[in-house]
């Protein structure tokens, strides 16, 4: 079984940075696309970053030349570095990958989430 595990949520000051890692763990055979979601109260849940398995990224506008994603395909692993914080990037971060697993039909590509880790930004 595939699970998805996020961490490196924690309360910060303004300015501040945070480092998240999602590690993906269970049998399968490649992980495609990763990305990074984030969801305040009361907000819609927001794609923040996206980082294919080759390394190439893309962000939102609100978090472009703060946030950088990353990832170690050795590891199984991904992370977010988030630098000069601020109080509206307070939210539950979401981890989501694509993961190709194999099946008996053969090889079959299915989304996972993790189950989120807070980021709180103090002003």
């Known amino acids: 079984q595939v699970q998805l595990v996020e961490s490196g949520g924690d309360l910060v000051q303004a300015g501040g940075s945070l480092r998240l890692s999602c590690a993906a763990s269970?049998?399968?055979?490649?992980?495609?696309?990763m990305r990074w979601y984030r969801q305040a109260p009361e907000k819609q849940r927001e794609l923040v970053a996206t980082?294919?398995?080759?390394?190439?990224?893309n962000y939102a506008d609100s978090v472009k030349d703060r946030f950088t994603a990353s990832r170690d395909n050795g590891k199984n692993t991904m992370y977010l570095q988030m630098n000069r914080l601020k109080p509206e990037d307070s939210a539950v971060y979401y981890c989501?990958?694509?993961?190709?697993?194999?099946?008996?039909?053969?090889?079959?590509?299915?989304?996972?989430w993790g189950q989120g880790t807070q980021v709180t930004v103090s002003s």
């Open positions: 989501h990958a694509e993961i190709t697993i194999v099946t008996d039909a053969g090889p079959s590509r299915r989304s996972y």
């Open positions: 269970g049998s399968f055979f490649n992980i495609n696309a």
């Open positions: 980082i294919t398995s080759e390394g190439s990224t």
